[in-house]
């Protein structure tokens, strides 16, 4: 979909592209302006003069205010709605660095610290601008934690055995026919927030090695693989072609990911109920033949299967 062509005329004649751009509008993207403007304000300053922190405030809403004539602010109710807010969770904050310093420097304890968004979804290296205002890849580890990357062990990337995309932005392997239209349906596929449909379809291994180029996955979980039970054959999508030619990457341009033509592999589906599977021998050959499929083209081994929702239908290989 051509970027220019979702805008939504306000009354002034000014373009909106936020509903366009999959936005769950829930002020992530102004917070993360505020951040980067260095106008931000953040807990610390909450929880220090309460005056100061006042005065930025008014500032801030009139910077906003001045930016969006229609912006209403109750600037000295949300104030006494703030100070009320500093006091609930003034016993509840600490120094990030220094707890995680302790955490990482005192007694010996395993530490998991879990992406919220998917790689492609990563302000610097995901399918931009449809992308969330933060780092989801592994580098927000660093960055939003403030741990040292000498401390990052084993990294986890987790995968549905299809693809899904919530709001627009290319996606080379989508099916806007019945095979999505049954993944949609059999995976329940909708957004959590925002409660869209997802656009479904078949599992594309190119954006899956690319995930595996800024993460350096370590072992993979292979979600959702009951969802393809019913189908007679599968298709995986192994390579992008661009004017008929190969590329061996991921294309950072919009409009040029909109151009690939996907190159796929097909095999045969299982044709069977896997969500009684607890262990790997009780998968059927097919579908082991499918999970090995993706470890070869990934260069990552599959550490987990999952094949329905509860806990015990998590099937660990090793």
């Known amino acids: 979909m051509d970027f220019k062509k979702c805008s939504v005329k306000h009354k002034r004649g000014k373009s909106n592209y936020i509903s366009c751009i999959g936005t769950t509008k829930k002020g992530i993207g102004p917070t993360y302006s505020s951040k980067a403007a260095r106008t931000g304000l953040r807990i610390c300053d909450l929880l220090s003069d309460f005056n100061e922190f006042s005065s930025r405030f008014k500032n801030l809403a009139h910077q906003y205010k001045s930016m969006f004539p229609s912006l ?167 390579a992008y072609r661009l004017d008929g030619k190969r590329i061996p990457y991921f294309p950072a341009n919009q409009e040029i990911l909109q151009k690939v033509e996907v190159e796929y592999e097909t095999m045969p589906g299982w044709k069977t109920d896997t969500t009684s599977a607890r262990k790997w021998e009780d998968l059927p050959s097919k579908a082991q033949n499918y999970i090995r499929f993706v470890e070869n083209h990934v260069g990552v081994s599959v550490k987990w299967v999952g094949v329905g929702k509860s806990r015990e239908s998590m099937i660990q290989l090793f």
């Open 72 to 238: 209403e602010v109750d600037i000295e109710g949300q104030l006494k709605k703030l100070k009320g807010y500093a006091e609930t969770i003034r016993p509840m904050v600490q120094d990030g660095v220094y707890f995680m310093y302790e955490a990482l420097h005192g007694s010996p304890k395993k530490i998991l610290v879990e992406g919220a968004n998917a790689a492609l979804l990563d302000i610097d290296f995901g399918t931009y601008p449809f992308v969330t205002s933060s780092n989801c890849t592994v580098g927000g580890v660093c960055t939003g934690l403030g741990i040292p990357p000498q401390y990052i062990g084993e990294v986890y990337g987790v995968v549905k055995a299809y693809t899904t995309r919530v709001g627009i932005g290319a996606f080379p392997t989508e099916q806007i026919n019945e095979i999505g239209d049954l993944l949609q349906s059999r995976g329940h596929e909708w957004g959590v927030t925002t409660g869209r449909k997802r656009r479904c379809g078949w599992l594309d291994l190119v954006i899956l090695r690319y995930a595996h180029m800024i993460n350096g996955f370590t072992a993979l979980a292979l979600t959702k693989l009951d969802i393809l039970d019913v189908l007679d054959e599968i298709r995986i999508g192994v």
